[in-house]
């Protein structure tokens, strides 16, 4: 017999036929046994996967529409790029912000506000594997401008994460670095002024919130990087601002944000209102 290779012989044919069955019957398991809803809408997950979340309501997430400022990625509804020149929010052509570029994947509105709740309190690794493969889509359609060496998640306050037990960022950041086959640096950054215990800030205050509120650790190296930088959610892009401001005085060459989702409803931090 020529070839005989394991795939084409029946034990192969056997073997594959069973992994099938296998993968099938554990799909059968799982539902019979854990039957658990989506933790969104609450139907009764079928499949095995280890994300809480059905395909419908995965597939619900608003995307952020194409036309969006060229540096912080805010929509810009209605607005046509002119020829030669960059397309700019306001605040970003009054150069408010110390990243060179942020972009993130879902619109801050409806199920994905529940997906990021889930992510934040629950921990859940899944999920945040599954927004990281939504992340690196996002980076490989952009992939010079948002090219990099390194990631790194926005860190929290040692005491916050003492309560939590991890960094929400991070369980973003983590599997990003791994799919884009870049070092995940989770103590480049940290932070040294907690958040206000306040619930809701103005946005003088979020603002305030955050300045100087984060530093590079002393003997981490970013000297001439472009470093990734993950976080859930954009609101006003103070704490990416604040972030990325740490990093280029410790050297860094340019700070990319990337998050799940942003606000869009939010005011810009320019007197202009939209
Ligand atoms: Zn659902
Ligand atoms: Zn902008």
Not at 9 to 31: F, H, P, T, Y
Not at 73 to 93: S, V
Not at 143 to 155: H, K, R
Not at 228 to 236: A, G, M, P
């Amino acid at each position: 017999m020529a070839g005989g290779s394991s795939s084409t012989s029946v034990a192969g044919v056997w073997r594959q036929g069973v992994r099938a069955l296998l993968a099938e019957v554990s799909d059968a398991i799982v539902s019979v046994f854990f039957p658990a809803g989506c933790r969104i809408c609450e139907t009764l997950l079928t499949s095995a996967s280890r994300v809480p979340i059905c395909a419908d309501c995965l597939a619900s997430f608003a995307r952020v529409p194409a036309i969006v400022c060229e540096i912080c990625g805010r929509p810009l509804p209605g607005l046509a790029r002119k020829e030669g020149e960059p397309l700019l929010c306001p605040a970003c052509q009054d150069r408010t912000y110390a990243f060179e570029k942020a972009r993130s994947f879902a619109v801050y509105e409806g199920a994905v506000v529940r997906a990021i709740l889930l992510l934040k309190f629950e921990q859940i690794e899944p999920l945040g594997a599954w927004f990281a493969e939504r992340l690196t889509e996002l980076v490989n359609t952009e992939a010079a401008a948002l090219a990099a060496d390194v990631v790194v998640p926005v860190p929290l306050h040692r005491e916050r994460q003492r309560e939590r037990g991890y960094n929400q960022a991070a369980l973003l950041s983590k599997p990003l670095a791994k799919k884009l086959r870049l070092p995940h640096k989770a103590v480049l950054l940290m932070r040294t002024r907690a958040r206000p215990d306040k619930q809701v800030l103005s946005l003088e205050e979020r603002w305030e919130s955050v300045r100087g509120a984060f530093a590079t650790r002393p003997g981490s190296q970013v000297d001439n990087l472009r470093v990734l930088l993950v976080d859930d959610v954009l609101t006003t892009g103070a704490t990416l601002d604040a972030c990325a401001r740490a990093l280029r005085e410790a050297g860094a060459k340019a700070v990319i944000g990337l998050t799940v989702a942003r606000a869009v409803r939010n005011p810009l931090p320019s007197s202009i209102e939209w």
